[in-house]
């Protein structure tokens, strides 16, 4: 590795202010005119981003809600899932993609992944489909898309609705589709460190049927039409003005974004390659499926041979941030207990939480920084080989 890469520089895992440094002008602007208007709530600019987003994503409809969380349980709340039905979900993935089958009652039945992508096997959900199947959710977990084909073909033999988790995946696509366009509803974050990161919580739901999303809009402002009228029980979930105004500026900035992830992902590969780390299988660089087009949300190793933490703590050490998503798959977490999974239940599920780890990965990430993170990880295993031949 090039030797001018200074030992001392800190990597920090994520840098949400150094990506909205460059836009600060554009979005106080937005945000002064949000607060000129007094339109906070149902502004005009909540519809344009609403249309923005639906456009990208190939589909009719969209609307804004206060978070990714509550786009997922508001599509599922939207399917009048309630107790005694079954949702298909994946282990591997963060919290909100089963919580919210719990807030309703519903059953969740938990899916092993695809140990590549790790993403929902399309053959361990067809194994769980039962009579009470009442949505499957697949996520595309880290910014690559499932395999929607296989799972559309799945959920159309049985007339189960795909609910899609695009949380982390925002402009993705499989075989040319965007994601969000390939089931009855998409559900995006726009949490700070997501691809389009807004300046608190924001989610949108999309959808291809003009009722469903009426039935969406309808939950979200809680059940209430006209105003204090209440057909049905809601919630309170709006996306305000504010940060419609502010995606809208980062809005503009995906493409480029989402390029600058590509270039970061092909570069640590490169980087990791020459550096040798992959030839003996000491570290598996992330599989890209042919048919995905990856947007990045993260850059993940698996680091074999119960090396994992080891390496996470010597870059820890020298100032590399690294995350580790997830550590316990979502079977195994105390507050599901009751649903009687055992360790073993989804063995490629827990493999993943065993050895997975993320390096450093946002638009503004240098070249420089990421030969420090790769200098980081050549000296661990030169040291751990120093030791063994001891």
Request: hydrophobic content about 40%.
């Amino acid at each position: 590795m090039p030797s001018e890469f200074s030992p001392s520089v800190p990597v920090p895992l994520l840098d949400v202010k150094r990506g909205n440094a460059v836009i600060r002008d554009q979005v106080l602007a937005a945000i002064a005119e949000v607060y000129d208007s007094g339109a906070f709530l149902h502004g005009p600019h909540v519809k344009q981003l609403e249309e923005e987003i639906a456009r990208r994503c190939h589909v009719p409809h969209a609307a804004g809600c206060a978070s990714g969380s509550d786009a997922l349980l508001l599509a599922l709340m939207a399917l009048g899932v309630q107790s005694g039905d079954e949702v298909l979900v994946p282990s591997f993935t963060f919290f909100a993609s089963a919580s919210c089958i719990y807030r309703l009652g519903a059953k969740i039945v938990f899916v092993d992944i695809d140990p590549r992508t790790f993403n929902m096997d399309p053959r361990d959900a067809e194994a769980k489909i039962t009579s009470r199947t009442r949505a499957i959710i697949p996520v595309h977990l880290f910014g690559q898309p499932a395999k929607m084909d296989e799972l559309s073909r799945l959920a159309a033999r049985h007339d189960i609705p795909l609910i899609e988790d695009a949380a982390q995946a925002i402009g993705a696509a499989y075989h040319g589709r965007p994601v969000c366009s390939w089931g009855q509803f998409g559900c995006l974050s726009f949490y700070p460190t997501k691809n389009l990161g807004g300046f608190g919580d924001g989610g949108m739901v999309t959808a291809t049927n003009e009722l469903l999303i009426d039935r969406v809009r309808l939950l979200a402002g809680h059940g209430m039409r006209p105003r204090y009228h209440h057909s049905v029980v809601g919630i309170n979930s709006r996306l305000d003005s504010v940060q419609a105004a502010a995606l809208l500026v980062k809005l503009q900035m995906l493409d480029s974004y989402t390029s600058a992830r590509q270039s970061l992902a092909v570069r640590y590969t490169e980087l990791l390659q020459q550096a040798g780390l992959t030839a003996d299988g000491r570290i598996e660089l992330p599989y890209v499926d042919p048919a995905a087009h990856h947007v990045w949300n993260q850059y993940s190793l698996r680091v074999r041979d119960g090396q994992r933490d080891a390496l996470r703590g010597f870059l820890q050490e020298h100032q590399i941030g690294t995350e580790i998503y997830y550590p316990i798959p979502l079977h195994l977490q105390e507050c599901f207990r009751e649903l009687g999974y055992e360790p073993g239940s989804l063995p490629h599920s827990e493999q993943a939480t065993d050895e997975i780890l993320h390096l450093p990965m946002y638009p503004e990430l240098t070249a420089a920084e990421q030969h420090r993170v790769v200098e980081c990880i050549s000296t661990f295993y030169a040291r751990a080989y120093r030791r063994a031949v001891a």
